[in-house]
């Protein structure tokens, strides 16, 4: 992970808070499942890609958390700090936007952990005739290109590009997008050709990632808030691995699930508590879903044959 994150102490967050009150031109108020997670911030195109990207809440609401996200020549690069007390992040000198939405979910996860019982996953997640399929997987391993190729099936609609949060009611788990929009990357079009001219060129990031409305493409009924997952697949790129798809046992799942951190580099808080938290909601997952590994080492095409076989889907138009 590029970065790291350093906890910090309420004396530490008030002396942080006073230096940047003053500089904080921007005061935004977003909901996020349900709580209120405010930015902070002097700069204006960060303003308008997070209004962009989160629903917008009443102005009359308390936040329930907080990011600042400033320049600051008194930290290195990419520093995040964290105060769980008052549920206070300072992102500074971070530039992806990526990483500051990533860690407003998790400001919203660790209040909804702590004080609701309800877990954060970082992937994704799709309803399919109100089956969920939810897809995991490191950096790199093909989330992204799998989900949207998913959505050319008139079937599938879309609950989580990047992040859901999840419930467990009796037999269930029940999963929630909440996102207005989504941060997607530039190269999608050149896989799935749908997507182009989704957003305009020059609407690029120096990322080159943009926040899209994919109503325009699916349509306005084809983003979902919820479903109740069914199936999870474990996306990995391992060249060794002649398998495609392999099926796994929960007790496999929980051990792969840990190995990689629960597939979440974001997480504001790791400690014993969360992790007996966490462990407990990945078995509760597994004991309730069918488990599989993709390996995406061949084409997109190729793979998402495969994802849509285990879905239960029909084939790419």
């Known amino acids: 992970m590029p970065y790291t994150i350093t906890l910090i102490g309420t004396d530490e967050r008030d002396q942080l808070a006073e230096k940047f009150l003053p500089r904080a031109r921007y005061e935004v108020k977003s909901e996020i499942y349900g709580c209120c997670i405010k930015l902070l911030s002097d700069d204006p195109k960060l303003r308008d890609t997070w209004q962009e990207n989160f629903f917008s809440m009443s102005q009359n609401?308390?936040?329930?958390?907080?990011l600042f996200v400033f320049a600051d020549p008194d930290h290195?690069?990419?520093t995040v700090l964290y105060d769980p007390f008052s549920k206070t992040a300072f992102l500074l000198n971070v530039h992806y936007y990526g990483w500051v939405k990533s860690l407003a979910l998790s400001c919203a996860g660790d209040i909804l952990e702590d004080e609701h019982g309800i877990a954060s996953l970082h992937g994704a997640c799709v309803d399919i005739d109100g089956r969920g399929l939810c897809l995991v997987g490191v950096s790199g391993a093909g989330k992204t290109?799998?989900?949207?190729?998913?959505?050319?099936?008139p079937a599938t609609r879309i609950v989580a590009d990047d992040w859901f949060f999840a419930r467990v009611f009796q037999q269930d788990i029940l999963a929630y997008g909440s996102e207005r929009n989504f941060y997607i990357r530039q190269?999608?079009?050149?896989?799935w050709k749908e997507y182009a001219g989704l957003v305009a060129a020059d609407e690029y990031d120096a990322d080159g990632r943009a926040v899209a409305d994919l109503r325009w493409v699916v349509g306005k009924g084809r983003l979902f808030p919820v479903t109740t997952v069914r199936t999870v697949?474990?996306?990995k790129r391992d060249p060794a691995d002649p398998a495609i798809v392999a099926p796994l046992s929960p007790e496999e799942g929980r051990r792969i699930f840990?190995?990689?951190?629960?597939?979440n580099p974001h997480l504001l808080v790791a400690d014993r508590r969360k992790t007996i938290l966490r462990d407990r909601f990945i078995a509760d997952l597994l004991n309730r879903t069918r488990l599989y590994t993709v390996n995406t080492t061949g084409k997109p095409a190729e793979t998402q044959e495969q994802v849509r076989r285990i879905a239960g889907i029909g084939e790419p138009s």
Do not use: C, K, V, W
């Open 233 to 235: 697949a474990i996306l």
């Open 145 to 153: 290109t799998q989900t949207y190729g998913l959505l050319s099936n």
């Open 258 to 263: 840990t190995e990689n951190r629960y597939f």
């Open 61 to 66: 609401i308390r936040s329930h958390g907080r």
């Open 76 to 78: 290195p690069p990419d």
């Open 187 to 191: 190269d999608l079009a050149m896989i």
